[in-house]
């Protein structure tokens, strides 16, 4: 946790307040969502919800306090800061502070931006302090860079040269500093904060190619779907298209995906049912997808919640491969080894092959073994498409 902030609504301070904690953490954005609906604020674009009071984790946000602002806002300014070091939580305090700032898109702007000034606490080492004015000042350097060089005379000229303005976190010097409008007070800059299992691009059909477009991480909930899209500037999902970054999903659910015609609702299920399964899985999951070839995210959806029904041997492209892994790896048989040169491991690898339909890809070898027909198994839950099935007969 950055920080927590009791909230309240200005215009009706009878109702109460909430604590909320942020990063608000995923399992706690609905919730906290709906407790704030009660009390008559948390709107998705209006900054309806006042700071009565905020921690001391970042003195310099006391600003914000008596101050309006909206809660996705202070949830993304706290994901911002959660990545900040020791010193650049100096250098944000330092500047905000300098630049008196009381706006919370300011204070979201300036995290993009606060690596280009130096902030003196110590003035004991002149060598560590030249050091770290001459990181921050080429945003770097390497090795070959840093060899040699004179950081104590770095220092000396900063001191001697420039002029800094005094803060509660330090001596702050500007550099020339210029402060980042990346954040437009509706739409946030891209910024994935945990890991996701797929980034897309959402954006109106009806604006410019340049206009800004809203970032989503996905699994997300439906109240998270319905605050971007509000934030994105539309009524409905038909208005908006798509637009695939990058994801953790194995390269064949990728190349499978159109999202021209694909819905973000289907995508998000997709990613929640992806989300469980572990690398061996998911690396099934591809190779089940070469196998059955769908054309739909909810296709996908539906292989990988049902991959226990598929066999899949990895790493085996060969009749002769995959007889060998069936009579001395599967635990199906009592191999001895002294019987090797008698076994004809590619006639029964292909009989194997034959009486399970199965197919060699990319990946390895995957077989079918459920009882629906693979159209059905796609098309959704086997139990229901079994129950209708009984109730035909």
């Not at 608000?24 to 919730?31: C, K, R, S, V």
């Not at 100096?90 to 700032?101: H, K």
């Not at 994801?247 to 289907?266: G, I, K, W, Y």
């Not at 099934?284 to 070839?293: C, D, E, N, Q, S």
């Amino acid at each position: 946790m950055q920080y927590q902030a009791v909230l309240s609504n200005a215009q009706h301070p009878e109702y109460g307040v909430l604590t909320v904690p942020f990063p608000i953490p995923a399992e706690q954005y609905d919730e906290i969502i709906e407790m704030l609906e009660a009390l008559e604020i948390g709107d998705p674009l209006k900054r309806d919800c006042r700071v009565d009071e905020i921690s001391d984790h970042w003195p310099v946000l006391k600003n914000t306090e008596r101050t309006v602002t909206n809660i996705d806002e202070l949830d993304y300014l706290a994901k911002r800061l959660d990545s900040f070091d020791k010193y650049e939580k100096t250098q944000f305090q330092g500047m905000a502070s300098r630049l008196d700032l009381h706006g919370i898109d300011e204070f979201i702007n300036l995290t993009f931006c606060c690596q280009e000034v130096t902030v003196v606490t110590d003035f004991n080492n002149l060598e560590s302090l030249g050091r770290r004015h001459y990181l921050t000042l080429g945003g770097g350097a390497t090795i070959e860079e840093m060899q040699g060089k004179d950081f104590r005379s770095v220092a000396l000229a900063l001191l001697d040269g420039e002029v800094g303005r005094v803060t509660p976190y330090g001596l702050v010097y500007d550099n020339g500093f210029e402060m980042s409008q990346l954040y437009d007070g509706r739409i946030f800059p891209e910024y994935c904060y945990e890991d996701c299992i797929m980034e897309v691009e959402m954006s109106s059909r009806y604006t410019s190619a340049d206009s800004p477009a809203t970032y989503l991480y996905l699994p997300i909930t439906q109240i998270q779907q319905a605050r971007a899209l509000a934030r994105a500037g539309g009524n409905f999902y038909e208005d908006m298209c798509l637009r695939f970054l990058e994801s953790e999903l194995p390269e064949e659910v990728d190349a499978a995906l159109n999202f021209d015609n694909e819905r973000l609702t289907d995508l998000n299920e997709m990613c929640r049912a992806i989300q469980p399964l572990n690398q061996a899985e998911r690396e099934k999951l591809g190779a089940v997808v070469l196998f059955t070839r769908p054309e739909q995210a909810s296709q996908i959806t539906n292989l990988a919640k049902e991959l226990e029904q598929f066999d899949y041997v990895p790493k085996v492209h060969t009749p002769e491969e995959y007889g060998k892994y069936m009579i001395m790896d599967s635990g199906h048989y009592e191999y001895d080894e002294n019987l090797a040169g008698y076994i004809d491991f590619a006639k029964y690898g292909k009989e194997c092959m034959e009486n399970e339909q199965g197919q060699f890809n990319d990946r390895g070898y995957v077989a079918y073994q459920g009882t629906l027909r693979l159209d059905e198994l796609m098309q959704g839950d086997p139990a229901e498409n079994m129950g209708q099935q009984m109730n035909m007969e």
